[in-house]
């Protein structure tokens, strides 16, 4: 069923089979969505703040750019979910456990996301200038071709996490633990990373040119293609 676009407001669709329907940026303003199963159904650009979806199945569908209620985030373990492409603002995630979420191409620039679990969370592309992440777990964190401008992670636990092609103008990096992390195309020159951890890093063309890395561990960190004009550390070449 394609309804893209439709002005639906205060239609009768009751008994209407919405599964896998494509409601592409159509207005559904006083229909009830509770219970219903839209099951690959397309709601890209659909407006749902203020809609009940107790009970409402969502597998596959495509929630591009919808903005979403506030209470459907309200439950305290979201692990595993997809909100790829979602709307969040206004949305508090602190604390929440995110353990395994897709949060692809997501903003969350400015969000308040202290204590949250991103163990192994997928933040590919995802907007993350000036969010709070304190007490943030972050282990296992892809955060390929995010934008960490301004973030503050120092002291913070990043190991095995993926990082590659990542802004990070103005990140504070002091103290971090990036055991086992791969580190690919990620500029970090200038930057402040005294008492870093990176036992077993990958770090391939990473800039460390006038990277500080006084009391940084680099055990067995596997080097390639990197700019090694460093200061403060054996390793670096001046």
Known sequence: TKLAGVDLSGKDLTGTILTRADLSNTNLTGIDLSGRDLTGTKLAGVDLSGKDLTGTILIGADLTDAILPSDYLSADNLSGRDFSDMILAGI???????????LVRVDLSGMDLTDTILTDANLTDANLSGTILTNANLI?????????????????????????????????????????AKLISVDLSGMDLTGAIFVGANLITVDLTNTILTDANLENVILSDTTLNCVGHPICVN
Request: proline share 0%; charged share 15%; net charge negative.
């Open 140 to 180: 296992g964190v892809n955060l390929s071709g995010a934008k960490l401008i301004g973030v503050d992670l120092s002291g913070m636990d990043l190991t095995g996490a993926i990082i590659r092609g990542t802004h990070m103008t103005g990140v504070s990096l002091e103290g971090v633990n990036l055991s086992g």
């Open 92 to 102: 508090d995630l602190s604390g929440k456990d995110l353990t395994g979420a897709s």
